[in-house]
C-alpha cells in the first residue's frame, strides 16, 4: 500500500513551458500546444498529445500536459487530465471557470467526461476524433453529439483549429512506430 | 510551474485497507468499499464515494480509492479514478486486465470513459445514477447504454450489488450537508 500519488512530470516539460509567452491570439496559444504534442513524441515520454490550461482573460498559460499513460503506466493521464490537474493545483481550486483548455486533439470518452467537472469554460480543438482513430487510437464510446452536451452546460467549444498541423503530428508519432498502448484491445 | 503532481492520501485510508482480509465473497467486498464510502464522510476527506480494485483470482485488494475532490481540490479525483491509479502505480502498469472493481455508486461521465483505458476486466457497483443524482450530485453526459458499451468490451458489469446500503451512506451525506460540489453548475 502506498500514501500518496506521485506522478513526476518529465524535465522538459516543465522547461518547454516558459517558452510559451502570453498572447491574446488562441492560434498562437494552438501552435504552442502542437508543438509541446511533438516534443513528446521527440523526448519519448508519451502519445503525440498535448493540452494547456490558459487564462481568458490574460491569456497567461497556467499549465501545460502533455499525454503521460507510457511513462508513467497510469491511463488515466492524457494530456488534458494533467494540464487540467496541474492547474488546479496550481490555482489551488477545483473551479477552472474563466479559462480555456487548448487541446492538440478532440477529447476522448474520458476527457469529455472530465471537463464539466472542472468548470472549465472554453474548449479548443486541433485534430478530430477521426484523425486520432485514424492512426490506430481507440477514443471511446462518446455520445455522437459530445460538442452539443458541452455547450449545453455553457462550455464553448472551438473544432479543428489547425488541425493539419495536428494530423502531421499523429502521422510523425504513427511513422516512428509509437505505441499504440490500450489494455482492453488486446 | 510545478516539476509534479503530488497527491497525498488521507492517513486514515492507508489505515483502512488494512482492515481487508482476502475473500472470494464479492458481497464482503462491497461491504468494505461502501464502509469506505462511510468513513470518507465521517473524516471530512471527500464526497460519499468509494472503490477498490480487487484481483479476480485471489481476491486481495489491489488498491482503495475514494473521492477526493473537495480535499485535494483536483476534479478528476472521483473514487474509481483514484483507485484505478494507484493499482497501476502499485502494479507499474497501466494494463488491470484480471481485475475488478467494486465501486459504492454506478460510473459518471468520466469514471465510465476511463474503464476501458484502465484494462479492467470487471465492474461491480452498489448505488444507481438516479440515486447519485437524487442527493443532487451530477453524473455527466452518459449513453444511455453505457452497461452495453463496456460488456461490448469484454468488462463485465454487475449492478445494484447491495444498492440500499450504499444508498444509505449517500443521504447520510446529504443530511449531513456535505458538499455537492460541482464547478460548472454555479
Known sequence: M??????????????????YQACA?????MRFVIQ??????DMGTGGPFAAG??????????ALGVNLVPSTGLSILHAEMLAISLAQQQLGTYDLRGHRLVCSAEPCSMCFGA??????SELV??????????????EGDKL???????????IRVINAMQREAAVQVLKSY?????????????
Chains 1, 2 share one sequence.
Open 115 to 120: 471537463l464539466p467537472w472542472s468548470g472549465i
Open 53 to 62: 490550461v490558459f487564462q481568458q482573460d490574460n491569456h497567461a498559460l497556467v
Open 25 to 29: 491570439d488562441i492560434e498562437a496559444q
Open 174 to 186: 504513427q511513422q516512428h512506430g509509437g505505441e499504440i498502448y490500450n489494455s482492453n484491445a488486446n
Open 144 to 154: 455522437p453529439n459530445w460538442q452539443q452536451a458541452l455547450e449545453q452546460r455553457g
Open 125 to 138: 480543438c486541433a485534430a478530430a476524433d477521426a484523425d486520432v482513430r485514424a492512426i490506430g487510437f481507440d
Open 36 to 41: 509541446a504534442a511533438s516534443k513528446n513524441i
Open 2 to 19: 502506498v500514501d500518496n500519488l506521485n506522478i513526476p512530470l518529465p524535465t522538459w516539460l516543465t522547461l518547454f513551458e516558459k517558452n
